[in-house]
């Protein structure tokens, strides 16, 4: 059990690090020396998962993905394609739609660190209303996220459904009600304080609105149906998209641009996690203490709520989350929908706010926000959702 109570130190070690403003890497990096040595690791065992953490082909794909995006998002900020295109928008939507859901349709997209993807963007219409960087942060994360429950789309919602009989669209009816209340309650939580002015916009014919928002638009249309139309890697879509906002914008583009996109510290970041989560995988066995409380007698219910929350929350991964915790749970457990609801839906709020889940750590490094105050942002849409759950238990 000494290497569950690492795991649960370096966690503690990593939110606190993060809330004095320590880079992201290296309170990975420290995190993972902790599980190391508690999980008692030889020096050559701890060299060899470090090696394979920072040169796996899943981390050198991300740094990849990630530089790419951020050549994307500077390249449309940079050459004012973004803010025509949010313009565009404005003619469909007010300003908190837009940043509503310029998220949750880039969320619908099962891509690793996705929500770095919608970040530029809203934090530009948030700048434009005026928001803190902590309301931007807990906007871009919340609606990236609520897609979770009910896109058939989503890798752990479809492992749910094949490591079980119960349908992926027999999960999604059940669940959707806790999407739509998380997305209700976070729209009045995080806009509520502000007040913003109509803004004056030019007339435009309908013809106009539709071309400038195709334009505007088509480098992320690119980057995201080519890998979907050709099974190709997000790598491809990236970089056919950065070309097309080149071509788009040839007069205002400067090769400068590409070494400006590259942030070092993202890159760190990126690695640190990826160490993190090898130490992890390497180290602690999850069967141990799922194995005590087996033993210890605990209710169904609990056992379904507790274990996979906890896999969950120490992955930072839905997928990992159910691939863990279900065949665990499974052999013990009549595998009705409701049950199944609860364990899905567990893993997924435990991933939600787990201090290493991909997209939290990054965004909130993006916006250079503290994670304890995210957490109070996004806690009014996190309990509600789980009081939906609890709900919907009841009444089924």
């Not at 449309?76 to 940043?99: G, H, R, V």
């Not at 609105?209 to 505007?216: A, D, S, V």
């Given at each position: 059990m000494l290497s569950i109570a690492g795991v649960l130190i370096a966690f503690s070690l990593i939110i606190w690090l993060l809330s004095k403003k320590v880079n992201l890497g290296h309170a990975m990096f420290l995190g993972s020396i902790i599980v190391a040595i508690t999980s008692k690791l030889s020096i050559q065992k701890t060299i060899k998962v470090f090696i394979r953490g920072i040169s796996s082909e899943e981390?050198?794909?991300?740094?990849?993905?990630?530089?790419?995006?951020?050549?994307?998002?500077?390249?449309?900020?940079?050459?004012?394609?973004?803010?025509?295109?949010?313009?565009?928008?404005?003619?469909?939507?007010?300003?908190?739609?837009?940043?509503?859901?310029?998220?949750s349709v880039i969320g619908a997209l099962?891509?690793?660190?996705?929500?770095?993807m919608s970040a530029p963007l809203v934090k530009s219409i948030g700048d434009d209303m005026g928001l803190n960087d902590r309301k931007k942060m807990a906007i871009n994360f919340l609606y990236r996220h609520i897609w979770g429950f009910v896109f058939p789309m989503i890798p752990g919602l479809i492992l749910a459904a094949q490591l079980t009989s119960v349908n992926v669209f027999t999960l999604i009816k059940l669940q959707f009600p806790i999407s739509v209340v998380m997305g209700l309650v976070g729209y009045y939580s995080l806009f509520k304080d502000n007040k913003f002015e109509k803004q004056k916009k030019e007339p435009k014919s309908i013809i106009r609105?539709?071309?400038?928002?195709?334009?505007?638009t088509l480098p992320l249309l690119v980057t995201f149906t080519v890998p979907l139309l050709f099974d190709v890697?997000?790598?491809?879509?990236?970089?056919?998209?950065?070309?097309?906002?080149?071509?788009?914008?040839?007069?205002k583009f400067r090769w400068s641009l590409l070494l400006e996109s590259f942030d070092y510290k993202l890159t760190i970041s990126v690695v640190g996690i990826m160490v993190f989560k090898e130490f992890i995988n390497s180290g602690p066995d999850l069967k141990l203490l799922t194995d005590l409380l087996l033993g210890l007698g605990m209710p169904t219910i609990a056992l379904v709520t507790i274990i996979p929350a906890l896999v969950g929350y120490v992955t930072g991964s839905i997928t990992a989350g159910v691939g863990i915790s279900f065949p665990l749970l499974l052999p013990v457990i009549n595998q009705g929908?409701?049950?199944?609801?609860?364990?899905?839906?567990?893993?997924?709020?435990?991933y939600f706010v787990s201090p290493?889940?991909?997209?939290?750590?990054?965004?909130?490094?993006?916006?250079?926000?503290?994670?304890?105050?995210?957490?109070?942002?996004?806690?009014?849409?996190?309990?509600?959702?789980?009081?939906t759950l609890f709900l919907l238990v009841i009444i089924h």
């Open positions: 981390t050198l794909e991300l740094i990849i993905i990630v530089t790419l995006i951020g050549v994307l998002a500077q390249l449309m900020e940079k050459t004012d394609l973004l803010t025509e295109m949010i313009e565009s928008y404005s003619y469909i939507f007010n300003q908190k739609l837009i940043a509503v859901f310029i998220p099962p891509i690793p660190g996705g929500a770095i609105i539709c071309y400038q928002l195709f334009i505007t890697s997000l790598i491809i879509g990236l970089v056919i998209g950065s070309l097309t906002v080149i071509g788009l914008k040839y007069n929908p409701i049950l199944i609801m609860i364990m899905y839906s567990a893993v997924f709020f435990g290493v889940h991909f997209c939290l750590i990054l965004t909130n490094d993006y916006f250079g926000t503290k994670i304890k105050q995210v957490y109070y942002d996004l806690f009014w849409p996190t309990v509600t959702g789980i009081a």
